[in-house]
């Protein structure tokens, strides 16, 4: 049996195709961008795996806290876009119904408008724009945080900054969760504040195994004591 949509959703499925050729070359030439760009410096390369591939890092003394890589955040970036321009779709379809029929004459423009700005945004984001950041910047720790949209894809305009001077800090450290089922286990870096008594989670490694808990850990210890040097 032959589906019949009308002009809304057949706008939706036709951009899909489209959205996901768009993804795969900018994870490309994010690939390409990073593969040819300066080497790592060795503070950069401490630093890196805890940058979970934001483009805008790179031989930064900055650290991201996100539980996605950049391909997995591409992909989500591709799902909400067609997500959100199919329920439009739909619901301007709902809408004809109710107009006896009679669809919208901008129907199919509104829905490639909605597929295109939720896909710019999602791409965008999730290579330069993390829920969570934390840069040192002349001696001090500045924390930025945003709300949160879908999963690592946050909400436009809306940020929180916190500067945590030299003095309001104790301690930098690296902390493990070991795993217990499978690779359930984490790494995290996280800021102890003098007066405060729960430490604040800045950068982390989600899902590591058990062969790799040494590795993870070494690298989460260098990470944190390179931060702490820098804040001196």
């Given at each position: 049996?032959?589906?019949?949509?009308?002009?809304?959703?057949?706008?939706?499925?036709?951009?899909?195709?489209?959205?996901?050729?768009?993804?795969?070359?900018?994870?490309?030439?994010?690939?390409?961008?990073?593969?040819?760009?300066?080497?790592?410096?060795?503070?950069g390369?401490?630093?890196?795996?805890?940058?979970?591939?934001?483009?805008?890092?790179?031989n930064?003394?900055?650290?991201?806290?996100?539980?996605?890589?950049?391909?997995?955040?591409?992909?989500?970036?591709?799902?909400?876009?067609?997500?959100?321009?199919?329920?439009?779709?739909?619901?301007?379809?709902?809408?004809?119904?109710?107009?006896?029929?009679?669809?919208?004459?901008?129907?199919?423009?509104?829905t490639?408008?909605?597929?295109?700005?939720?896909?710019?945004?999602?791409?965008f984001?999730?290579c330069?724009?993390?829920?969570?950041?934390?840069?040192?910047?002349?001696?001090?720790?500045?924390?930025?945080?945003?709300?949160?949209?879908?999963?690592?894809?946050?909400?436009?305009?809306?940020?929180?900054?916190?500067?945590?001077?030299?003095?309001?800090?104790?301690?930098?450290?690296?902390?493990?969760?070991?795993?217990?089922?499978?690779?359930?286990?984490?790494?995290?870096?996280?800021?102890?504040?003098?007066?405060?008594?729960?430490?604040?989670?800045?950068?982390?490694?989600?899902?590591?195994?058990?062969?790799?808990?040494?590795?993870?850990?070494?690298?989460?210890?260098?990470?944190?004591?390179?931060?702490?040097?820098?804040?001196?």
């Amino acid at each position: 049996m032959r589906i019949r949509l009308d002009d809304n959703e057949r706008g939706a499925f036709n951009y899909l195709i489209g959205g996901v050729a768009i993804v795969l070359t900018i994870r490309g030439l994010a690939w390409v961008a990073g593969a040819m760009g300066p080497a790592s410096t060795e503070d950069g390369a401490v630093l890196q795996v805890f940058q979970r591939g934001y483009l805008g890092m790179h031989n930064q003394l900055a650290v991201a806290d996100a539980s996605m890589g950049l391909t997995g955040r591409i992909i989500l970036a591709l799902v909400m876009a067609v997500g959100a321009s199919f329920a439009t779709a739909l619901l301007l379809t709902f809408a004809g119904h109710l107009r006896e029929g009679r669809s919208f004459r901008a129907g199919s423009m509104v829905t490639r408008m909605v597929l295109l700005a939720f896909l710019g945004w999602g791409v965008f984001t999730a290579c330069y724009v993390p829920i969570s950041e934390s840069r040192v910047i002349n001696g001090t720790l500045v924390v930025y945080t945003r709300n949160r949209l879908l999963g690592d894809i946050p909400l436009p305009f809306f940020i929180h900054r916190e500067r945590w001077q030299r003095e309001d800090i104790g301690q930098i450290v690296a902390e493990e969760t070991p795993p217990t089922t499978g690779c359930n286990g984490s790494v995290a870096l996280l800021v102890h504040l003098n007066g405060k008594g729960r430490p604040q989670r800045i950068a982390g490694i989600d899902d590591t195994c058990p062969e790799q808990r040494m590795v993870q850990l070494r690298k989460a210890s260098g990470a944190a004591a390179l931060m702490e040097r820098e804040l001196r």
